[in-house]
């Protein structure tokens, strides 16, 4: 879906002087991760093909910008109150990790059906971990009830201006490295991701394309947009379980209607496929929410020659049993 | 095996001001790869572990720094001439990129058993691919013959002070990213790879611990070493095809003689663990020449407290059949 053309935010949440701060912020905490070229994917598709590998932060994920960002920025009394999120996996991990650096420790709500590499990896950063129920908002809910009866900050995944700035750093190094880019392909769960990157990219090169990609499954932005207002999905079960969000936030929403150019969706079986191109392609493991990026390219996306394309690989925390699984399935 | 004192070489064969300028030379052809702290593999040793990511090369090798210097440095007129190289794989692919990237083609013997994803990426750069014997000495002698019948500018894949060179730029840019290492591992197959990085190393940090990783069945440089003369092995049969170099060349030999600490030797068995453990751990794919060295990391090296080792990923290029076995037979 290509979107029409759209009225600029008179008051944009996030703005690139934000992003600029949290750049400097974060520092000691997220990697500046590289812009890896990808002479196999250029030949494949006859486009310029890179890589920002978000899978080369110290938790292989994205997430550790915003929840670095958001947690530096509350005071010291605020932060030693302890932190409470909801998160599939990803942003618990996050949390979890920078909590531990800063000496302090999180709870995280996690679905019945986290993977399990997930839950261990926030357990060994210290974390406290209660599994309840299957969607983001029913742990949500979980997340703020706990948050009344314990005093700890709630950092929520995508719906915050400071979380939305962390995952804008990765939109600055892009044009640092590669100043001429032409389109930014990037995964939406909850929005949180394109929604910073985009504010970056919009505002220091706005010619550039943002794309932003979805399992067919879980195309709450994509229907969102399209209804012209926020749209609640009834159920969201993908592969991709860091993308399975049954709707965006007011602040994500409005940020991507603004800033993204267009969404593309992409089925399980291209996601799947998508993992294994990055393997067998570019020697890199992806989660599936950044095997959709593959996929979008592949399947989906019709570079033009020449064009200058970055895939945001959002990260890498995929389980074992899946990444054989996969495998053997395409090998 | 831990070496005794040694006697400094009067006239070493590569300078650090021949790696500084190596570093100018191949700024345009080979990447500056990032060096990646492994949070799970600190945690698991009790070091500071980080990876020098090799792997991440736009061949995924880090056989195009040498390549590269190499090739930069010859004139125009010798670089029409075309290439010609010997090779298990990865310094033909290496030697193909880079020819195909200033214009012209190169011819690379690969030994019978090759791996065929090796072989297409030579092709897939233009070069020409003639499978030749089993051992590195004959294809290199076979490699002589069409350098005496075409005019072809013979490359070695590690006796040559410009190849070592370029390799030692990954010297460099640990310690730009690290200054304070305390210790480098890196594989050891030629030796060219620990020649330069030793050099680099040996020059900017004379207190940091070089320590060079082979197979116990391709144990060339550390029977050499422990012979005081370069010591020809009959066969050299490892899954680390990259690592099974029957002898170094003199300049190799006097080189780590010369820097470095020790030698460890890793089991087949532990080499195939030691692949798995950097897709467990680091979510990272590495060829079993990699593999070897976070084997001796977790199985052959005792970390201290605190010490900073950086693991040399030489490169990512494994079959998908082997990487998928090694996942179903330890995941």
Chains 1, 2 share one sequence.
Do not use: W
Not at 285 to 309: H, M
């Amino acid at each position: 879906m290509r979107f029409k053309s759209r009225s600029p935010m008179s008051n944009p949440p996030v703005t690139l002087g934000a992003i600029q701060e949290a750049r400097v912020r974060i520092l000691n905490i997220a990697y500046r991760t590289p812009l890896y070229f990808s002479p196999r994917l250029s030949a494949l598709t006859g486009a310029h093909v890179y890589l920002k590998l978000e899978s080369y932060q110290p938790i292989h994920v994205f997430k550790i910008r915003g929840a670095a960002n958001k947690i530096l920025k509350l005071s010291t009394n605020d932060r030693s109150r302890g932190f409470v999120a909801a998160s599939s996996g990803n942003h618990g991990i996050a949390v979890s990790y920078v909590a531990k650096r800063l000496g302090t420790t999180a709870t995280v709500v996690v679905p019945t059906t986290a993977v399990e590499e997930k839950v261990k990896g926030m357990e060994e950063y210290g974390a406290k971990v209660e599994r309840y129920g299957r969607f983001h908002d029913e742990r949500l809910n979980r997340a703020l009830e706990i948050q009344k009866t314990t005093g700890a900050v709630f950092i929520h995944p995508f719906e915050d201006p400071d979380i939305i700035a962390g995952q804008g750093t990765i939109g600055l190094e892009i044009i640092e490295d590669l100043p001429d880019v032409n389109t930014v392909i990037v995964p939406i769960g909850g929005g949180g991701l394109i929604s910073g990157i985009s504010t970056a990219i919009k505002s220091l090169k706005p010619a550039a394309k943002m794309i932003g990609v979805e399992p067919e499954r879980a195309s709450s932005m994509y229907q969102s947009i399209r209804n012209g207002q926020i749209t609640r999905l009834t159920d969201t079960t993908s592969i991709a379980d860091g993308l399975a969000t049954r709707e965006p936030g007011p602040l994500t929403f409005e940020t991507a209607k603004r800033n993204v150019d267009s969404i593309l969706l992409v089925s399980e079986t291209q996601i799947e496929r998508g993992v294994f191109t990055a393997i067998k392609e570019c020697h890199t493991i992806v989660e599936p929410s950044a095997g959709a990026v593959f996929a979008a390219l592949t399947d989906a996306y019709r570079p033009k020659a020449g064009e200058k394309i970055v895939l945001v690989v959002s990260g890498g925390n995929i389980s074992l049993k899946i990444l054989g699984a996969i495998l053997s399935k395409y090998g």
